[in-house]
C-alpha cells in the first residue's frame, strides 16, 4: 500500500498539473506512520497543508508515501534475490502508476524523492542511479553510508576481538 498526498486546489483546478515527491520510509515503518499523530506532532499531511497555506512551501505538490516494508522489516529499496525487486517496484512501476492515476508533471524536473534513515539511503540510491526519474534529492539521516568502512580493520572493536579477519 501506498497513501497519496493531493494539494488543497487538487479537486477545484481539474487541468492543472503538479510535481510530485516520493517520500521514503525508514525501517521498520509503513507509509500510514508519516500520518500518526503525537504530542506536538500533527500528522504530516496536515504540516503539508500548514506550510504551503503560511507560504513555507513555494508550491503546491502531490506526495506520494511510498512504501519499503516487507517480511524482513525493511527492503532497503533495492533489487534483491532475497527480498524482491523494490528499485524496480518504486522507480518504475510506482512512478509509472502515479503520472497515470493523478495530474502530474511526468519529467525528472518536476519529480522528487526523499526519505528517513532506510528512506534516505533509498533517496541517495534513487537520485544516483535514476537522474532519468528524479530531478532533486533529499536524505534525512541516511542510513548506511560509509557503513563497511566502519568496521574495518582500524575499528577498535575489529582489533580487540582475537579471531576476526573481516567484517
Do not use: C
Given at each position: 500500500?501506498?497513501?497519496?498526498?493531493?494539494?488543497?486546489?487538487?479537486?477545484?483546478?481539474?487541468?492543472?498539473?503538479?510535481?510530485?515527491?516520493?517520500?521514503?520510509?525508514?525501517?521498520?515503518?509503513?507509509?500510514?506512520?508519516?500520518?500518526?499523530?503525537?504530542?506536538?506532532?500533527?500528522?504530516?499531511?496536515?504540516?503539508?497543508?500548514?506550510?504551503?497555506?503560511?507560504?513555507?512551501?513555494?508550491?503546491?505538490?502531490?506526495?506520494?508515501?511510498?512504501?519499503?516494508?516487507?517480511?524482513?522489516?525493511?527492503?532497503?529499496?533495492?533489487?534483491?534475490?532475497l527480498a524482491g525487486r523494490w528499485e524496480d517496484a518504486l522507480v518504475q512501476d510506482l512512478v509509472a502508476w502515479v503520472d497515470a492515476r493523478y495530474r502530474t508533471l511526468p519529467q525528472a524536473a518536476s519529480r522528487g524523492v526523499t526519505g528517513l534513515s532506510m528512506g534516505g539511503f533509498g533517496?541517495?540510491?534513487?537520485?544516483?542511479?535514476?537522474?532519468?526519474?528524479?530531478?532533486?534529492?533529499?536524505?534525512?539521516?541516511?542510513?548506511?553510508?560509509?557503513?563497511?568502512?566502519?568496521?574495518?580493520?582500524?575499528?577498535?572493536?575489529?582489533?580487540?576481538?582475537?579471531?576476526?579477519?573481516?567484517?
Amino acid at each position: 500500500p501506498v497513501l497519496v498526498y493531493l494539494p488543497p486546489s487538487y479537486a477545484a483546478e481539474p487541468t492543472r498539473r503538479f510535481p510530485v515527491v516520493y517520500l521514503l520510509h525508514g525501517l521498520g515503518m509503513k507509509p500510514a506512520d508519516w500520518e500518526r499523530s503525537g504530542p506536538g506532532r500533527p500528522p504530516l499531511s496536515t504540516a503539508i497543508t500548514s506550510a504551503l497555506r503560511a507560504g513555507k512551501i513555494p508550491a503546491e505538490l502531490i506526495v506520494v508515501y511510498a512504501n519499503g516494508a516487507n517480511a524482513h522489516v525493511g527492503s532497503l529499496y533495492m533489487n534483491s534475490s532475497l527480498a524482491g525487486r523494490w528499485e524496480d517496484a518504486l522507480v518504475q512501476d510506482l512512478v509509472a502508476w502515479v503520472d497515470a492515476r493523478y495530474r502530474t508533471l511526468p519529467q525528472a524536473a518536476s519529480r522528487g524523492v526523499t526519505g528517513l534513515s532506510m528512506g534516505g539511503f533509498g533517496a541517495l540510491r534513487f537520485g544516483f542511479l535514476h537522474p532519468d526519474s528524479f530531478g532533486a534529492v533529499y536524505a534525512l539521516s541516511p542510513a548506511f553510508i560509509g557503513f563497511a568502512a566502519e568496521f574495518g580493520p582500524e575499528n577498535p572493536t575489529m582489533v580487540a576481538v582475537p579471531g576476526i579477519s573481516s567484517y
